[in-house]
Structure formats: C-alpha cells, structure tokens
C-alpha cells in the first residue's frame, strides 16, 4: 500500500460562505463545488450559482469544496456544539514561488507570518487554524540546531 500524500483537508467553519472566500484568497484557489440543503435534502449547488444567490432561495450552506493545482481544501459547517478544533496545524509542501506569494496573502489578510527557517514559515489564519509552509524536501528534517544538553 503506498500513500502519496493528503488528499484533501476539510476544515470546521461557523459561516460556510465566509470561509470559502477567505481561504480562496489565501490560497489562490478555484470553488470546485459547494454543497448545502434546500428543504431539509442535500444538494449541489449548480456551478453558476452564488453562495449569495443560493442564500436567496433558502439553501442553508453546508460545504464548498476549493482546490489548486494538486492541493484540495474543503470548510464544512460546524457543528454548534463543537469547542475546540480538531486539528493541531496544517503542513503544506510549496515551492519557492507558492511559499512567497502565500505568505504575502497571509500578511494581507492580517495573519502574523512567524519565519522558523529559510524553508519554513507558520501562522495562524483567523479562524485560529495554524499553517505552516515547506519548501524542503520530504521526508521533514529537523529546522532547528541540535540542544546541548552536555
């Protein structure tokens, strides 16, 4: 058996529409599909309908699917009930050309951007989601120097 990587991410959100736009910006992605519920039953969204359009005929959102290149990234609903997040941070393998353009989107966006190492970054979107960017090879290496614990 061979695992080639994520295949998607779905993250809790409190407002479905919200969350596709801010991490559509952030991460330069294309909506592939949204779905939400129309008199209790689940749905598509049809691909020329906007989330604003869909509010307007009661469509109660539900998930928006968004996806890039080989990176895929869904925020669903939460669930009113949950408190605390599911996921600790997010690792995202970039080239030298993504690692830059993100990190500036982050700062747009208002995200302090802490850099660890010349091929790692970290920050927390404002959902309190934490990210963080690579652009060394897999598998990980260490980012930092060994302790002396002589």
Known sequence: MGISGVHHLVLLVD???DGEAYYQELFDMDVLFRE???NGEPGTVPDTVTWDEALAKDVTPYMSFLGR???FLAVAEADKHTTERQVDHVALDVDEESFEAITSRA???GCEVER???FHR???D???FEWEL???ARPPERAFETLDLE
């Open 15 to 17: 407002d479905v529409p």
């Open 36 to 38: 939400g519920t129309l």
């Open 69 to 71: 290149n080989d990176f």
């Open 107 to 109: 700062e747009s966006l």
């Open 116 to 118: 660890n190492a010349p």
């Open 122 to 124: 970290t920050f927390h």
């Open 126 to 128: 404002n959902r309190g």
């Open 134 to 136: 690579n652009t060394h």
